[in-house]
């Protein structure tokens, strides 16, 4: 096999199918073949479309990690190699976007690895769901849950050292917002023969090995523990140890677990000493003596009676005798039977039967308690029952385990391929029927009531009429049988017993003890020898009223485990089911083992091919029109908020508007089918963009409205910063602060000479006046910690010769700045002074760039900017070559207008304005949603120089250096930037026409502030002199496509594209995720946003 690799998930190597609808050839073999493929390289999980195989590695494989924790969340199916993580968050998820409970079925034989994957599944959801201190809580519960369970419900078997004897459902509830904050066990039937005798090879109940391992010695003392050997409940199967497992630290985390769940340290204790006192009532033995039996050393009643809380003598009385009720010619007699040897001994195993099934019921209902929530909400339920069985005698609970697991098998065909199928018919669907074993006629062999009555109805009538001591009874359960079913296809007679030919296999069940563990009555007796125990605890696990009437037929395992099937099965069938399918490669337990026939056998009696087959022919996904009308409606303006038509047409309108190809979906009578579960996951990627887009936009308009808010303030302290020194203008006084001017965001060219995560506190484009006092635009940036002036230079070399480009003119850090002056005049200018040499600057922002800047200024240095306010300003020029530094003077004088004049002079510049308001102004209050004046007028006007206007050169010439402003990478501006430009400005409309019966001082002034600057973004970027236009570059030749929506990339490395741009389509990929080029940047977008040209 050569080594692929799969196709997104990196270094993970392809190993035959992962899913096996992909098989090119459905048989067993080839199934088979591919599942023995990926098991030798490691890969123990396949798909056949939604229902995962699992084949038991019997090793740990490295891929349960919390780095495939992650790589599974919210991931697509496809995206990743099969996993039991994918398909629990798929229920996460499913249950969360489609508010409905789900449940997962987990099947396959004993030792397959079914608790392993229950394990998983709710390790994975603990892991990936939120939650507060009580959650976390719950989670330590439903976790903890699982090892107290295990050493009081599992056992080592011939095929499994940790078999499940019995079956649960656990029920893990969420709130509506995910986190898992309760949970409910329901468990089935026990095997609770197991406590008093076991199978060669096999051990009773984890417990009683890790007690006597791990008990302390003053608990052993006080419990009676001995060594294994000593217990007759442990030593008939001569097992004792298990590889691979250390009692004695088990037994701690058993203590361990019943304490995270609440059981308190006295219960604890009670809940041993039952353990320990089954074990010495174990050890009582019984002679017989003229056919009655008499306790053989009454020595050994005294620990048991010590340890249950009840009298020695009557323990022996009730182990020995019966009351029995007798009838005498109508009157009711109750009289004290003696027992011989075999009936006490019975009665004692009863007992302690009886004494650990009601134990483990107390544990389940612990735990129950610990999770329980006042009302359900959400639930994911994980089934993991006992596997179906053989052993070389299979008794009445192998029967019932059996039985089960074919009422689990029914479920699957049901609900995987003849309810589907079904629906196809139903709905009109083009099909091809797929044959299948329905098991359906091996349940009803079991479980049906009347003609023929099947083997459990036989069964229970037999029992009803049983006589007490139920001798003969089996006999007469077998010849009542072959009477009933004895033609019965799937049933045959054999001398000791029965045959049921089971979808798994053919199991011979014997018929000894099927009537007595059937009727699995405990006698009145020993429900009264119990209530008299000292010990509440005892007490209060056998509360049975003994003094009223029994009515009707006494319930009897065979009907208790019938019902519980149906209940689970209706349970089951309101969630959306998912499954697990288990397959146990061996029976050796070794890692890398296959034995290929017992693979095969299972895969046939799986169902695998007919559900290959099925899937392949079938759809992943349906749902009635209006539901998915509903889910997608807001992928298109048709759709949203509703559709108005045929909601059919509706459901129509939306594939087409995805492209989705017609070979994907059937319109049935009610319900859309869609065939891959690929196409279904575009449409939700689809959809969860399109939210993620609104969550941004009011994101953003959150974020812009504190950002106002807090720039509201802002402007207030920025005032006191030029209270009592300068003069303030009229039409920006009362301005907001906005911070970003340039649109930052969009901008990776100036980004690129910031750090990566650098925070902009300002950024705006400013006059910057050199030696000859020549002004020339720079973008002036303020950080937490730097000031960039940022300029643009044509390319006098390499690649991009003759483009004008972003050039880092200054990097200034905050703390290098000794002072900043200005004039006490309204003008705009400022100068940075600092060590080396000074910036003259002008900006029409530049109160709020001060004020920033004091504020960053003290955090760093913890001193205050120095400021001086000053008409005449001196400046240090930058050495040049040839000579040292020199300055220049800068002179403010009273002149016309709120523009300022400049003129020049050698080494110095003349500013004229005229008188501004008053030094003392102040923002007034009304003028909060008030634009910033000035640059409207500069949009309105359209694009004029932006400079001071030099007195001397006031042509609006445009200075050589200015010619930079086309960037030629990019052929329109970024819409974000401009939307922002765009809403400012209609904000500013608004609210000028409000405020002008408002306040004198709000009212802008006309045409000033525009006629000196050009700032906006459009202006930067405003056709260059035809001279120095680059070239346009060459499109490079290749497929294209027009985009249908527009797109906003969410990551770095995709794109963003407007509706009817156009695309150079770079790759296609089967994702979905294509690669193309647009405005000269590559990256990935949804295929399905475009279409081809
Ligand atoms: N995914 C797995 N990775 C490693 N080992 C596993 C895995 N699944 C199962 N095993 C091994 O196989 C053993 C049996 O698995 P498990 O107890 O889950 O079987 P089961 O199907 O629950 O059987 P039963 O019906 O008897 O309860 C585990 O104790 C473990 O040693
Ligand atoms: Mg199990």
Redesign the pocket.
């Known amino acids: 096999m050569g080594s692929k690799y799969h196709w997104q998930s990196q270094n993970v190597k392809q190993s035959g199918v992962d899913d096996m609808v992909l098989l090119s050839k459905i048989t067993e073999d080839a199934i088979v073949d591919n599942l023995k493929k990926r098991f030798m390289d490691d890969y123990?999980f396949t798909y056949i479309g939604s229902v995962l195989i699992?084949v038991?590695?019997?090793?740990?494989?490295p891929y349960?990690t919390d780095r495939e924790i992650e790589l599974y969340q919210g991931a697509a199916q496809y995206e990743n190699p099969p996993h039991?993580y994918a398909l629990s968050d798929n229920m996460y998820r499913n249950m969360m976007i489609e508010v409905e409970n789900q449940c997962v079925i987990?099947s396959?034989?004993?030792?397959?690895?079914?608790?392993?994957?229950?394990?998983?599944i709710m390790g994975y959801i603990s892991k990936v769901s939120g939650g507060s201190s009580k959650v976390q809580h719950v989670k330590d519960i439903i976790l903890q849950s699982n090892p107290l369970l295990e050493a009081f419900g599992?056992a080592k078997?011939v095929?499994?050292?940790?078999?499940?004897?019995f079956g649960k459902y656990f029920e893990i509830q969420f709130s509506r917002g995910g986190e898992p904050d309760g949970g409910k066990i329901s468990n089935f039937l026990l095997e609770k023969s197991r406590v008093v005798s076991q199978n060669e090879n096999e051990r009773n109940f984890h417990i009683y090995y890790q007690l006597i391992e791990g008990a302390s010695p003053q608990q052993k003392e006080s419990l009676g523990i001995m060594t294994p050997d000593y217990y007759n409940y442990l030593n008939q199967s001569g097992t004792y140890k298990v590889d691979?497992t250390n009692d004695c630290k088990d037994f701690q985390e058993t203590m361990e677990a019943m304490q995270v769940i609440g059981i308190s340290p006295g219960c604890q204790i009670q809940v041993l000493q039952i353990i320990a006192g089954i074990l010495h009532l174990g050890n009582i033995i019984f002679t017989e003596q003229g056919n009655y039996a008499q306790v053989d050393s009454t020595d050994l009643l005294a620990f048991p009676a010590y340890l249950l809380g009840i009298d020695a003598n009557r323990l022996q009385e009730k182990l020995t005798s019966r009351k029995m009720d007798s009838k005498w010619g109508g009157k009711s007699e109750s009289i004290n039977v003696t027992l011989n040897e075999e009936q006490a001994s019975h009665t004692r195993d009863a007992l302690a039967k009886a004494l650990y099934a009601r134990l483990f019921d107390y544990l389940v209902e612990a735990i129950n308690k610990a999770m329980q929530k006042p009302h359900e909400e959400l639930s994911i339920g994980v089934l993991?029952?006992?596997?179906?069985?053989i052993f070389q005698k299979n008794g009445f609970e192998q029967f019932c385990i059996n039985f089960v697991n074919e009422k689990l098998q029914q479920i699957f065909i049901e609900l995987t391929l003849k309810a589907e199928q079904e629906e196809y018919v139903q709905e009109g669907i083009k099909w091809t029927p797929i044959e299948y074993f329905n098991n359906k006629v091996v349940c009803d062999l079991i479980e049906t009531k009347l003609n023929p009555p099947g083997i459990m109805s036989v069964l229970d009538d037999v029992c009803a009429t049983m006589h007490a001591k139920g001798e003969g009874a089996d006999d007469t359960l077998l010849q009542k049988l072959s009477a009933a079913v004895g033609t019965h296809d799937h049933f045959n007679n054999w001398n000791s017993g029965f045959v049921i030919h089971h979808y798994a296999g053919k199991v011979s069940y014997d018929i000894i003890g099927f009537c007595e563990r059937n009727r699995d009555v405990l006698f009145n007796d020993l429900i009264e020898l119990m209530q008299s125990s000292e010990q509440d605890f005892i007490r209060s696990l056998f509360p049975e009223n003994l003094n009223t009437e029994k009515k009707g037929r006494p319930s009897t395992a065979s009907s208790k485990i019938k019902k519980q099937a149906n209940d689970l099965v209706n349970t089951l069938m309101k969630c959306t089911p998912h499954y697990i399918r288990?397959i146990?490669p061996n029976e050796t337990?070794r890692a890398k083992d296959w034995e290929e026939s017992r693979v095969k056998h299972q895969v046939e009696y799986l169902g695998l091919r007919e559900n290959i087959r099925v899937r392949r022919a079938g759809f992943a996904y349906r749902r009635v029109f209006n539901k998915f009308l509903q889910r997608y409606a807001i992928l298109t303006a048709e759709t949203w908020p509703c559709w108005r038509g045929q909601e059919k047409d509706g459901v129509l309108h939306l594939l087409r508007s995805v492209n989705m190809d017609s070979d994907q979906y059937q319109m049935g009578r009610a319900k859309i089918f869609v065939k891959n579960p690929e196409s279904l996951f575009l449409l939700e990627e689809m959809r969860e963009r399109k939210f993620d887009t609104f969550a941004r936009i009011i994101q953003k308009a959150w974020k812009k409205y504190i950002a106002r808010r807090k720039y509201e303030q802002m402007r207030e302290e920025a005032s006191d910063i030029l209270y009592n020194f300068k003069e303030r203008r009229r039409n920006s006084i009362n301005r907001n602060f906005v911070g970003d001017y340039l649109g930052m965001e969009e901008r990776p060219e100036l980004r690129q000479f910031l750090a990566k995560r650098e925070r902009i506190d300002f950024a705006d484009s400013v006059n910057k006046f050199d030696r000859r006092f020549k002004s020339i635009k720079r973008d002036l940036i303020l950080t937490p910690k730097c000031i960039y002036l940022i300029g643009r230079e044509k390319m006098k070399k390499g690649p991009e010769k003759g483009q004008i480009k972003e050039v880092l003119k200054r990097k200034l850090d905050i703390g290098s700045i000794r002072l900043v002056s200005l004039s006490t005049r309204q003008d705009d200018f400022f100068i940075l002074h600092e060590a080396q040499y000074d910036s003259l600057l002008e900006s029409m922002f530049k109160t709020e760039f001060l004020s920033l800047l004091s504020k960053r200024y003290e955090e760093l240095t913890r001193n205050k900017l120095a400021l001086s306010f000053n008409d005449r300003l001196e400046f240090k020029v930058k050495k040049e070559g040839w000579g040292g530094g020199s300055s220049r003077l800068v002179v403010f004088l009273c002149g016309q207008g709120d523009m300022a004049q400049l003129k020049l002079g050698g080494k110095t510049l003349t500013v004229s304005v005229g008188n501004g308001l008053p030094k003392s102004s102040k923002p007034t209050r009304k003028g909060f949603s008030q634009g910033h004046g000035g640059r409207s007028q500069a949009h309105q006007q359209g694009h004029l120089n932006g400079a001071a206007q030099f007195s001397r050169g006031h042509n609006m010439s445009r200075p050589k250096e200015q010619m930079y402003s086309i960037p030629t990478r990019q052929t329109r501006p970024p819409t974000k930037a401009l939307q922002i430009r765009g809403c400012q400005k209609t904000q500013r409309n608004q609210t000028q026409s409000q405020e002008s019966s408002l306040d004198f001082l709000n009212v802008p002034d006309q045409g000033m502030s525009g006629m000196q600057r050009k700032k906006s973004i459009s202006q930067q970027r405003a056709p260059p002199a035809p001279s120095s236009r680059p070239k346009p570059q060459p499109r490079p030749p290749g497929p294209r496509c027009r985009a249908l929506y527009q797109y906003v990339g969410q990551d770095a490395d995709e794109v963003s594209f407007e509706v009817n741009e156009i695309i150079d389509l770079v790759k296609e990929d089967p994702s979905g995720w294509w690669t193309g080029r647009v405005r000269g940047k590559e990256g990935l977008f949804p295929g399905n946003y475009v279409e081809k040209i």
């Open positions: 123990i699992s038991n590695p019997f090793k740990q494989m349960f039991i987990i396959g034989e004993s030792g397959a690895g079914k608790t392993v994957a229950a394990k998983y599992n078997t095929r499994n050292n940790n078999s499940s004897r691979g993991d029952i006992y596997g179906f069985e288990c146990k337990k």
